[in-house]
């Protein structure tokens, strides 16, 4: 904190060297102020989260979630965008379906992840009840109003599950690089200004197509649909192919990799993220009846995914850790394992170094 004069008046009534001193204090005190915002900024980042598919509609549509990470962002409301305070560990903004009608929606990292408000209160081990009773205390301290009570009181239903909690149900792969105060300020500006109303499409207006719209602020033209391997849809997948993509030909994006785990329990585990074609290929029960009825649609897509289908995770991925050192709120961003050029190939996802690598 920098003290100031009252009024200009009060510093004109001191005598000339003490008004000298007083402006070399201020000169000094706006210079400081200029580094420390340069430091606040300092490895701000952008990430998209693509988030693995889990249960009965994960194994129906195997293409998974994706959202957006960005470290120097917060949540004034989750539909109203601020620069990040000290201590604080960014925002997950993503489009969502059937929640309160609006069409995105900003939740803190933490809650996002866990469902708690403090790292250290996540579980290391979680089972479904569990799982329910953290996410509905969180709901009915900070949500109420996006996912009220049902008529007896109780927890509602719907799609407001998905806000926190995620990575009680599923890995997430995330792929960073690096942005400017500048550009975050164009995007809170951009996204605070424009009417949040729910238009959710599966095939025109999903949370990859979201994905790509946040990203093209920070990165234009990086994204691109997948006309062959994906029928023209948006994928999480194919947002990451475009990341990785475009983060190789502009290293000075510096482009890195990180997973988050799944949290252990007893909660299934999830499921490799897939694309269209990819996911008709890999699924016998699908593959088989169509070989025999279309052989002709079944032969493209297997070409498709061949020849433009394929993402080789990386193996070595850092495990992202909210509560590492090297990840204090003063810093948080994830520091993720820098990319190599792609190779083709079937996925391989990362495995955790070690059993306890998965907690929070």
């Not at 620069?83 to 996002?112: M, N, T």
């Not at 979680?126 to 969180?138: G, N």
């Not at 995620?166 to 500048?182: K, L, Q, W």
Request: charge should be negative; hydrophobic fraction near 40%; aromatic fraction near 8%.
């Amino acid at each position: 904190m920098h003290r100031r004069p009252q009024n200009l008046a009060s510093a004109a009534a001191h005598p000339p060297s003490f008004a000298r001193r007083l402006s070399c204090v201020s000169y000094l005190a706006l210079a400081l102020r200029l580094l420390l915002t340069a430091s606040l900024h300092a490895h701000a980042s952008v990430a998209l989260l693509m988030e693995e598919p889990y249960g009965e509609f994960g194994a129906f549509n195997p293409t998974g979630h994706a959202a957006v990470y960005l470290n120097r962002i917060c949540a004034a409301s989750p539909t109203q965008l601020r620069a990040c305070q000290p201590g604080e560990f960014g925002v997950v903004i993503s489009r969502y379906h059937k929640i309160d009608g609006f069409d995105w929606i900003a939740i803190p990292l933490i809650p996002y992840l866990y469902a708690v408000d403090d790292a250290a209160d996540a579980p290391t081990s979680v089972d479904k009840a569990q799982e329910a009773a953290l996410r509905d205390a969180y709901r009915r301290k900070h949500l109420e109003d996006l996912a009220p009570d049902n008529r007896k009181g109780g927890t509602p239903g719907g799609e407001w599950i998905q806000l926190v909690g995620s990575s009680y149900d599923r890995t997430i792969h995330g792929f960073e690089v690096v942005s400017s105060a500048e550009q975050d300020a164009r995007f809170m500006a951009l996204f605070n200004d424009r009417r949040d109303v729910s238009h959710f499409n599966l095939f025109f207006h999903n949370c990859a197509d979201f994905s790509r719209t946040v990203l093209d602020i920070y990165l234009p033209h990086a994204i691109h649909r997948n006309f062959i391997a994906d029928i023209g849809l948006t994928t999480p997948k194919q947002v990451a192919r475009s990341l990785v993509k475009y983060g190789e030909e502009h290293p000075e994006v510096e482009m890195s990799a990180f997973v988050i785990p799944q949290v252990q329990g007893s909660i299934k585990r999830s499921h490799p993220v897939d694309g269209v074609a990819e996911s008709l290929v890999k699924s016998k029960k699908y593959l088989l009846p169509m070989a025999i009825l279309t052989p002709e649609i079944t032969g493209g897509a297997v070409v498709a995914y061949l020849a433009d289908g394929r993402m080789k995770l990386p193996k070595d991925a850092t495990i992202f850790k909210v509560d590492d050192p090297v990840l204090d709120p003063g810093d948080p961003s994830p520091h993720g394992t820098p990319i190599a050029p792609a190779a083709s190939g079937d996925d391989v996802p990362p495995e955790p170094s070690s059993p306890t690598a998965s907690a929070p």
